[in-house]
Structure formats: C-alpha cells, structure tokens
C-alpha cells in the first residue's frame, strides 16, 4: 500500500508524489485490523480506525515492551493509551476522558455545527484556506421549514488528524458578533 508520510491519504501506484503537499509517497505493509476490518500500517499497535489492538500477537508484543497490562486501547482522536476502567467505547470505537465529547466518523471529526449555512461555510473556507481538509453535513430539507431538531443540523467537520489545528482556527472566529 502506498500513502503520504505528511497527510496520510493513500495512493495508487503511478502517483509518486502527493498531488496536495508535493511530500513523496512511500510505500508500507499492511494489516487487517481484527476488531474493526479496516486496513492498518503494518507498525501499528492499536488500530488508527478504532482504536483497539490491530491484533492478539499486537496486544502481546505491547504488553512485553511496555509492561502495561491494564491497557485497553487507543483513543482514536489523540492516540492516547486507554486504562482499564477509563475511556468510552462507543461504536466499537475507544475515546479517552478528554475526548469523549467528539463525534466521529469514519476518520472525521465533527468541529463544529451550526444552525445556518452561512456559519458552515465561512467556516468551510477558513480551513480551507488554512490548508485543512474540511466537509459540509448538512441534513436540513428545503422541503421543510424548520429550525430545531435533527433536521436542522449543519455539521462542519475535519479529519481526525487535523482537529487540534482546526479548534485553533475555530477559536478564533467568533460567530455571536455582530
């Protein structure tokens, strides 16, 4: 399989150098992860999907290097180590106690929502000028006024690895002013 050192995505093989960052690809091996199904780098301890152990002789090889016994998983947004007793698991999908308030999908994070298009957007393109990926959730209907509810919701929403920059840029946009 062959991805970008620098943003992650994954490329065919004609493509040699990441069309977004001009970073040049490498190639890895790869794994299965045992909980979740999706393809991991061969390197990885816990799956960057889930956030449990990519497999049995994974978990065993952590477990002799590093003596941590009472570890569970990963966070699936910071990485951090999940103890026993600490964490969420939702959706088959571990959060540490800082991270627990985020909802993910895939491997994108929902940063902000908002009620209006117009928030999303600004939003939208302030990222992406910041060269962050970002998308656009919406799940208003046109053929429905409405104003609360699930049908109202605009979700703003970033991959996983680029959240900690993106909650910089949001910090800095203040949508209550006038």
């Known amino acids: ?79 951090n180590w999940i103890h026993e007793g600490h964490g969420r698991k939702d959706n088959n999908k571990w959060f540490c106690d800082e991270d627990d308030h985020y909802q993910i999908y895939e491997d994108w994070v929902v940063l902000f929502t908002a009620g209006v298009d117009y928030q999303a957007h600004i939003l939208k393109a302030t990222l992406e000028s910041a060269s962050i990926p970002s998308m656009i959730f919406n799940q208003k209907d046109s053929s429905y006024v409405t104003s609360s509810g699930d049908l109202a919701i605009i979700k703003v929403m970033v991959p996983k690895d680029h959240l900690a920059e993106a909650e910089e840029i949001l910090a800095e946009i203040n949508f209550n002013e006038g």
């Open 1 to 79: 399989m062959r991805y970008c050192p620098d943003c992650g995505y994954e490329y065919n093989a004609e493509i040699t150098e990441c069309p977004d960052c001009d970073t040049e690809i490498i190639e890895f091996d790869s794994e299965v992860c045992s909980s979740c199904g999706e393809v991991t780098p061969d390197h990885m301890t816990f799956c960057e999907h889930c956030g449990n152990y990519v497999s049995e002789p994974r978990k065993f090889q952590f477990t002799v290097k590093t003596q941590e016994r009472d570890v569970v998983g990963a966070c699936v947004i910071c990485g």
